[in-house]
């Protein structure tokens, strides 16, 4: 299993930090991208980390304001969202396979529920 959780509500400007956690598995085996949708849109694909070698992308929406990061210890991926717009309001959710990382949500076979994320103006 998969869980997103970190969302919550903060001001423009603000930071948040989003953590997919697995259970039952190993997730340094696993890429790991994190997507976001808003009701009506497509998912969007946020960034991705790779399983070979940590290798992170990011959308250009994001780059520069957001970083992907694993901690195998914990089994937990994460993602740190700094200067936040209210253009990032969305449902967050975290992904994972183990082919090659990826934004495309099609590549993904694991999926977590989502964590809300809501940034004011």
């Known amino acids: 299993q998969l869980q997103a959780s970190g969302g919550g509500l903060v001001q423009a400007g603000g930071s948040l930090r989003l953590s997919c956690k697995a259970s039952?598995?190993?997730?340094?085996?696993?890429?790991i991208g994190w997507f976001r949708q808003v009701p009506g849109k497509e998912r969007e694909g946020v960034s991705c980390?790779?399983?070979?070698?940590?290798?992170?992308y990011y959308a250009d929406s994001v780059k520069g304001r957001f970083t992907i990061s694993r901690d195998n210890a914990k089994n937990t991926v994460y993602l740190q969202m700094n200067f936040l717009k209210p253009g990032d309001t969305a449902d967050y959710y975290c992904?994972?396979?183990?082919?090659?990382?990826?934004?495309?949500?099609?590549?993904?076979?694991?999926w977590g529920p989502g964590t809300q994320v809501t940034v004011s103006s």
């Open positions: 980390i790779s399983s070979a070698d940590d290798s992170p």
């Open positions: 039952g598995f190993s997730l340094d085996d696993f890429a």
């Open positions: 992904a994972a396979d183990k082919g090659w990382a990826t934004t495309r949500a099609e590549e993904y076979k694991y």
